[in-house]
């Protein structure tokens, strides 16, 4: 007996065998690519500042996959304060930073695959070992998105979601 957790694109038409357990953005939601190169204005893989302001972490949303062995994840942009974007900023190599508190953040990447906007829930990111992205925690609302993260997903709402995201 062979499991294919693979999907059928609605895209392109053909079965792709690999199921996506991770997609990311690439940047926040309120990111223009006219602050590219701007001396008050930064978009790396991890950081974002815009026009000295505003300023962004890229962590993950994880999701429990209840029917498979691996974990779902949204790679996503949280906006924090300009104090909690330093300290993170000056903790971000320094080893033992997962024990530092968690910071507040608004959510500030739009995932289509929701009836309701993602942008502005409420996050806690919380730092962990060097070189792993921070964990996004959502507010326990009844977001789908929120909900989903507390209470899981199946493999057929992962399909679901690669499905959607292939168009």
């Known amino acids: ?14 079965r792709h065998h690999e199921l996506p357990m991770n997609y990311t953005a690439d940047a926040p939601a309120v990111w223009d690519p006219a602050y590219t190169g701007a001396d008050d204005s930064l978009l790396s893989s991890d950081q974002c500042v815009i026009r000295g302001e505003h ?3 890229r962590g993950l949303i994880e999701i429990p996959v209840l029917d498979g062995d691996e974990v779902f994840s949204w790679g996503v942009w949280v ?3 300009r104090e ?3 300290r993170a900023a000056d903790l971000w190599d320094t080893p033992g930073r997962e024990a530092e508190k968690p910071y507040f953040g608004w959510l500030t990447t739009e995932l289509p695959v929701y ?8 996050t806690h990111v919380h730092t962990r070992p060097v070189g792993r992205r921070p964990l996004i925690e959502l507010e326990p609302t009844d977001h789908p998105l929120a909900v989903e993260q507390r209470t899981g997903i199946t493999l057929d709402r992962v399909r679901e979601i690669a499905a959607a995201l292939r168009r």
Do not use: R, W
């Open 79 to 81: 906006s924090l304060s």
């Open 115 to 122: 009836p309701a906007t993602t942008l502005n829930l409420k």
């Open 1 to 14: 007996m062979t499991c294919d957790l693979g999907f059928a694109c609605t895209c392109c038409g053909d």
């Open 55 to 57: 300023h962004f972490v």
């Open 84 to 86: 909690n974007f330093a």
